[in-house]
């Protein structure tokens, strides 16, 4: 077995044996998880799979690799989590550790302070809650002071996104239900980071999330959820500047909505928390500016009942 330990001693090649562990993937799926580049990637696979750690199997134009046999995989797993317990982090920490690498752009850092999180059964709401939303909320601060510049902000906010897909990966269900959600940014937003968890957390209970991104024309929003009859349609709006097109999209998705095609209507973001009482009057069924008080009071009560009681 010392080819396992070898393997796992090199930080990429871990990733991917932890990503195994939750069964077989392709390349793009370990992409995916991983935020590593494709041709590492193979590369990692290739060697991995010259050793006999790893066997890949054809389905259909697809390749799938897995561990290749349960005794590796036992190896493999009593030494991730041996390397896990050893270095034990509470999300305090994560919060520091996350962010000061987001900023300096060290990507296996965060990666890997995501897996300790993973080994002590966090779950995605705590994850997003006490570690996403504490980083973003301490970029935006940094920024603000002038501690860091315009390019590390951005590179934090897109390793962050990345981390996400990897989050999200990790949590993924087989289990589906009926319900939809259409989510998005209308004109003039472009802050996706909150709405993006929540549609991670529609995802982890079985929903199907169209998930739009950033500003949205107001034509091509209504478009889809005509489309896709959702159960639910979600906005953000973080920016004071997409404030009036937050609100007409609001009316405008209001007057869409008929008996054959009801769905809950819901806001999140900063702006709409300053301007509750706008969005509220001009259609919307909730204001939600936190993923725990969204997954413990707003989507229970819409799955069950279809819309909460103004």
């Known amino acids: 077995m010392i080819h396992v330990y070898e393997e796992l001693a090199e930080t990429s090649r871990r990733q991917i044996l932890a990503e195994l562990l939750h069964g077989?993937?392709?390349?793009?799926?370990?992409?995916?998880?991983t935020a590593m580049k494709q041709p590492n990637v193979s590369s990692h696979l290739a060697r991995m799979r010259g050793k006999g750690i790893l066997r890949a199997t054809k389905n259909g134009r697809e390749v799938y690799y897995?561990?290749?046999?349960?005794?590796?995989?036992?190896?493999?797993?009593?030494?991730?989590?041996?390397?896990?317990?050893?270095?034990d982090i509470s999300f305090e920490e994560a919060v520091v550790l996350y962010g000061n690498a987001a900023v300096q752009g060290d990507e296996t850092t965060c990666s890997e302070t995501l897996d300790k999180l993973f080994a002590a059964n966090a779950s995605i709401v705590d994850i997003y809650q006490k570690l996403i939303v504490p980083v973003m909320r301490?970029?935006?601060?940094?920024?603000?002071?002038q501690t860091i510049d315009a390019a590390q902000e951005h590179m934090a906010s897109a390793i962050t996104e990345r981390m996400m897909a990897r989050i999200v990966q990790v949590f993924a269900t087989s289990k589906q239900t009926d319900k939809v959600a259409v989510l998005g940014c209308g004109?003039?937003?472009?802050?996706?980071?909150?709405?993006?968890?929540?549609?991670?957390?529609?995802?982890?209970?079985g929903w199907k999330t169209l998930f739009l991104?950033?500003?949205?024309?107001?034509?091509?929003?209504?478009?889809q959820v005509a489309q896709h009859r959702p159960n639910m349609v979600l906005l953000s709006c973080k920016a004071e500047d997409g404030l009036e097109s937050g609100l007409s999209l609001i009316r405008s998705l209001g007057e869409t909505r008929c008996k054959e095609n009801c769905f809950a209507i819901g806001v999140g973001g900063c702006c709409a928390g300053r301007h509750r009482q706008e969005f509220m009057a001009a259609g919307a069924d909730?204001?939600?500016?936190?993923?725990?008080?969204?997954?413990?009071?707003?989507?229970?009560?819409?799955?069950?009942?279809?819309?909460?009681p103004r």
């Open 187 to 205: 004109p003039n937003s472009w802050h996706t980071i909150g709405l993006r968890m929540v549609s991670d957390y529609l995802r982890v209970r």
């Open 286 to 308: 909730f204001i939600c500016t936190d993923i725990v008080t969204f997954a413990e009071e707003i989507a229970p009560v819409i799955e069950k009942k279809g819309k909460l």
């Open 138 to 145: 301490n970029v935006g601060a940094w920024y603000g002071e």
């Open 24 to 33: 077989p993937r392709n390349v793009s799926e370990i992409v995916a998880a």
């Open 66 to 87: 897995s561990i290749a046999n349960p005794e590796v995989e036992t190896v493999i797993a009593a030494a991730l989590a041996r390397r896990i317990k050893s270095t």
């Open 213 to 223: 991104g950033a500003n949205v024309p107001q034509s091509c929003f209504l478009s």
